[in-house]
């Protein structure tokens, strides 16, 4: 998951600090970020000077197509489930309940746009597709890729990319230095996610290997996960690759984590599309999304968004371009 200003987010349980950028309170820049490995080191950089009520102040609502909407969101606020940290895709500012990072950005943008609002509900990745079934929630935002798998369930908007990496500790004392260095060790991923399936897939291969497989912990949220990294209970976390730069950018100023860098995979491993989720029977719905979307790439205030939290943005909105197998 998930993947994405200078006020502290604590993350429950631990004693683990994240330093977001506060969106929409202020202006100010990321810093650049260094990933380090065998083959070299990849730097990300930062977006300029942001401030979301700025952006969403320059954004023009379109009476047409709000009008479009289902009626049942032309008088409800649209619910959009989301798990909840997953920098610098969804935080929270410091220790209140307002969401803030990209998702939150964008669906702000989006109602926006729409004339309509958006309201985030914490939900745990692995039932965040039940929430939707059960009517609890009407749509994903949480770095959630968009894969033939989930195809069979949800219709998804794609607004970005993203790809794996493994988040190890600063200095990378096991040497982590590719995924065949992973084979016999302790690893840790977030439950539900990609990169469990992801990490299952690899034990199969190294056991056609003749490789000694990895022990997979999974853990309920992506703050369980650091805190096993930063304890030792396993080597790396594996992790969507824009929130392990990100964390490894923010968390104790840069000086707990790193990314390990694979020159031959710079953005990470099995970089695949990532999607708002619509239940397939909510068509109407994805539609308007999709329009939506679109009307703020072409207007620029999608760039601006995408670009101050470093991630990689999409040309055009597109509906269900995944084609990774995935779950």
Same mark, same amino acid.
């Given at each position: 998951?998930?993947?994405?200003?200078?006020?502290?987010?604590?993350?429950?349980?631990?004693?683990?600090?994240?330093?977001?950028?506060?969106?929409?309170?202020?202006?100010?820049?990321?810093?650049?970020?260094?990933?380090?490995?065998?083959?070299?080191?990849?730097?990300?950089?930062?977006?300029?000077?942001?401030?979301?009520?700025?952006?969403?102040?320059?954004?023009?609502?379109?009476?047409?197509?709000?009008?479009?909407?289902?009626?049942?969101?032309?008088?409800?606020?649209?619910?959009?489930?989301?798990?909840?940290?997953?920098?610098?895709?969804?935080?929270?500012?410091?220790?209140?309940?307002?969401?803030?990072?990209?998702?939150?950005?964008?669906?702000?943008?989006?109602?926006?746009?729409?004339?309509?609002?958006?309201?985030?509900?914490?939900?745990?990745?692995?039932?965040?597709?039940?929430?939707?079934?059960?009517?609890?929630?009407?749509?994903?935002?949480?770095?959630?890729?968009?894969?033939?798998?989930?195809?069979?369930?949800?219709?998804?908007? #794609?607004?970005?990319?993203?790809?794996?990496? &493994? /988040?190890?500790?600063? *200095?990378?004392?096991? @040497? =982590? $230095?590719?995924?065949?260095?992973?084979?016999?060790?302790?690893?840790?991923?977030?439950?539900?996610?990609?990169?469990?399936?992801?990490?299952?897939?690899?034990?199969?291969?190294?056991?056609?290997?003749?490789?000694?497989?990895?022990?997979?912990?999974?853990?309920?949220?992506?703050?369980?996960?650091?805190?096993?990294?930063?304890?030792?209970?396993?080597?790396?976390?594996?992790?969507?690759?824009?929130?392990?730069?990100?964390?490894?950018?923010?968390?104790?100023?840069?000086?707990?984590?790193?990314?390990?860098?694979?020159?031959?995979?710079?953005?990470?491993?099995?970089?695949?599309?990532?999607?708002?989720?619509?239940?397939?029977?909510?068509?109407?719905?994805? #539609?308007?999304?999709?329009?939506?979307?679109? &009307? /703020?790439?072409?207007? *620029?205030?999608?760039? @601006? =968004? $995408?670009?101050?939290?470093?991630?990689?943005?999409?040309?055009?909105?597109?509906?269900?371009?995944?084609?990774?197998?995935?779950?």
């Amino acid at each position: 998951m998930k993947k994405r200003y200078l006020l502290l987010i604590a993350l429950a349980l631990t004693a683990l600090i994240i330093t977001p950028i506060l969106a929409g309170c202020g202006t100010s820049s990321n810093k650049a970020t260094t990933t380090t490995g065998a083959g070299g080191t990849t730097t990300t950089g930062a977006s300029a000077s942001y401030d979301l009520k700025t952006v969403l102040a320059g954004i023009t609502a379109d009476a047409s197509l709000k009008a479009q909407l289902p009626a049942k969101y032309q008088t409800a606020n649209i619910k959009v489930a989301s798990d909840i940290p997953y920098p610098p895709w969804e935080m929270y500012v410091g220790d209140t309940k307002q969401a803030t990072g990209f998702d939150y950005d964008l669906s702000q943008a989006l109602g926006a746009k729409l004339g309509v609002k958006f309201d985030y509900v914490e939900t745990k990745f692995d039932a965040i597709i039940l929430s939707l079934q059960a009517g609890k929630n009407d749509i994903v935002m949480s770095d959630m890729y968009d894969n033939k798998e989930r195809q069979k369930t949800l219709d998804f908007v #794609d607004y970005a990319e993203d790809g794996t990496s &493994a /988040l190890v500790l600063k *200095g990378n004392p096991n @040497k =982590i $230095v590719g995924l065949d260095t992973l084979a016999g060790k302790s690893v840790g991923c977030e439950k539900g996610t990609t990169q469990a399936i992801f990490l299952d897939s690899l034990n199969k291969k190294f056991a056609t290997e003749g490789k000694a497989k990895m022990t997979i912990n999974q853990y309920p949220d992506q703050p369980s996960a650091l805190l096993a990294v930063k304890s030792g209970r396993v080597v790396c976390d594996l992790t969507d690759h824009s929130t392990a730069s990100y964390v490894a950018q923010t968390q104790d100023n840069g000086t707990t984590f790193e990314v390990v860098a694979d020159p031959a995979n710079p953005q990470g491993y099995d970089s695949q599309p990532v999607g708002i989720g619509v239940l397939k029977a909510n068509s109407q719905l994805l #539609d308007v999304l999709q329009k939506a979307l679109q &009307a /703020l790439i072409d207007d *620029g205030s999608y760039k @601006k =968004i $995408v670009d101050h939290y470093g991630l990689i943005s999409v040309a055009k909105a597109q509906v269900n371009s995944g084609t990774a197998s995935g779950s």
